[in-house]
């Protein structure tokens, strides 16, 4: 699908995900400086905002190709889910302007690069990033931050899976609406439930819908291993981990079985959140996972009556947090009734099945959140720059 965005007026504030725009640029003089390497030199100048480096040397430019003024051109994102797309187009246009192009038409690709590589890796071939979600404390939102991650990536074209490794309280398959779901599989390999676009394993599609799971640690990491194990995941961009509350065998297993791309840890404002939350990150120190940052969640209540901005759990936890850690917040998400019920009836906040979705701030600041964290895990698959080139 193509759309057009004519320059000459104001900017346009369409939003699709995927496919590409047109601009028409306001002048339309024909140029011989229009030649494929002029046209390479060029986009040699225009960066990749969040990598830092030149759209050509990542090799993000691809078929393209020349019509008189008119130029079409194929960018290949590290992620589908670019918070920054706009600016790169908006980039590219001024560049190919400058050499006379009259129309610049994007196509967008993406291709996620995989952050790690290794023995422990082949325990999931297919999966590309590993993104765990965790809190010291309970009840602060981990659940609700890791499937509206999920659903919000897979939303914008990703390949997505969400592993609940909360054994002993699974709320994924509840909050997927997915609760009465039972594994299906062939050759004694389960496959994930399905919802929303995001593949999903719990041990909750084991059980009956009330059973408790009383079990001690050495019962929990074989879980965590034989659903990271042998479950059909197929090919995965990001495989997000839903973890419980604390700093204990799950949060443990995981990093000793797999390579974790990051961790983002999820907190409240108050004060005995983030005491919880500087325990998460110490853990994940200790067993060399970086923490991709903090997410500070329930952090303002708009009064629908008066309007008025109440800060229930205090404010400024999640910022304060991160400073004293040298983290970085990855977005604020408000307290909201919509999250909450969301959540219950099975229809994550961000997915596009949700009524009147998209219109909530807490939506549009997880849909934020997941962008801005795909954008921290594509600086991390970035290659290593070393003097001018890449290696
Ligand atoms: N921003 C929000 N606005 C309103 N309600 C929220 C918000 N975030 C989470 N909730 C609600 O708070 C409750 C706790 O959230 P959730 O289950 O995601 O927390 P958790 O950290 O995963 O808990 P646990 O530690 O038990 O695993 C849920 O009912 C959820 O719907
Ligand atoms: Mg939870």
């Keep these: ?5 004519k320059l000459a007026a104001a900017p346009a504030t369409l939003n699709l995900p995927h496919r590409s725009r047109t601009k028409e640029l306001p002048s339309p003089p024909m140029s011989d400086q229009l030649t494929n390497d002029n046209i390479l030199a060029a986009l040699s100048s225009v960066k990749d905002p969040e990598i830092g480096r030149d759209l050509v040397s990542l090799g993000m430019v691809k078929d393209v190709l020349i019509d008189g003024s008119v130029v079409d051109l194929t960018v290949e994102l590290t992620t589908p889910a670019c918070p920054l797309k706009a600016t790169i187009e908006s980039d590219i246009g001024d560049a190919l302007a400058a050499l006379g192009a009259t129309t610049v038409r994007v196509d967008w690709a993406s291709n996620v690069k995989r952050t790690f590589g290794g023995p422990a890796a082949d325990l999931i071939p297919g999966v590309k990033n ?4 965790a809190s010291g404390k309970g009840g602060v939102g981990k659940s609700t931050v890791a499937v509206n991650l999920a659903v919000s990536l897979a939303r914008d074209g990703a390949r997505v899976g969400l592993l609940d490794a909360d054994i002993t309280g699974p709320n994924v398959p509840l909050m997927m609406g997915t609760q009465g779901a039972h594994v299906t599989g062939s050759g004694g390999k389960p496959n994930p439930v399905v919802s929303h676009g995001v593949q999903m394993m719990s041990i909750q599609y084991f059980l009956q819908a009330d059973a408790p799971v009383i079990w001690r640690g050495p019962l929990i990491h074989s879980a965590i291993a034989q659903f990271l194990r042998d479950v059909e995941w197929g090919e995965l961009d990001y495989l997000v981990i839903d973890l419980p509350p604390g700093t204990g065998d799950a949060a443990l297993s995981l990093s000793q079985l797999i390579p974790l791309t990051g961790a983002v840890i999820v907190t409240t404002p108050q004060e005995v959140s983030l005491l919880d939350a500087r325990k998460a990150v110490a853990m994940f120190n200790k067993v060399n996972v970086r ?17 008025e901005e109440h800060d229930i759990f205090g404010s400024g936890g999640g910022e304060k947090i991160a400073r004293e850690l040298e983290l970085e917040v990855l977005g604020r998400i408000p307290l909201e009734p919509a999250v909450r019920s969301g959540g219950d009836a099975g229809v994550p906040i961000t997915s596009a099945q949700y009524p009147g ?3 909530t701030a807490a939506a549009l600041a997880l849909r934020e959140v997941a962008r801005t964290v795909a954008g921290r895990v594509s600086v991390l698959a970035a290659p290593v720059t070393v003097g001018s080139g890449a290696i």
Excluded at 291 to 297: S, Y
């Design 1 to 5: 699908m193509v759309r057009v965005v």
């Design 130 to 133: 590993t993104i765990a979600v």
């Design 291 to 307: 923490t991709l940052g903090v997410i500070e969640n329930m952090s303002g209540f708009v009064c629908p009556h008066c309007s």
């Design 357 to 359: 979705g998209d219109t």
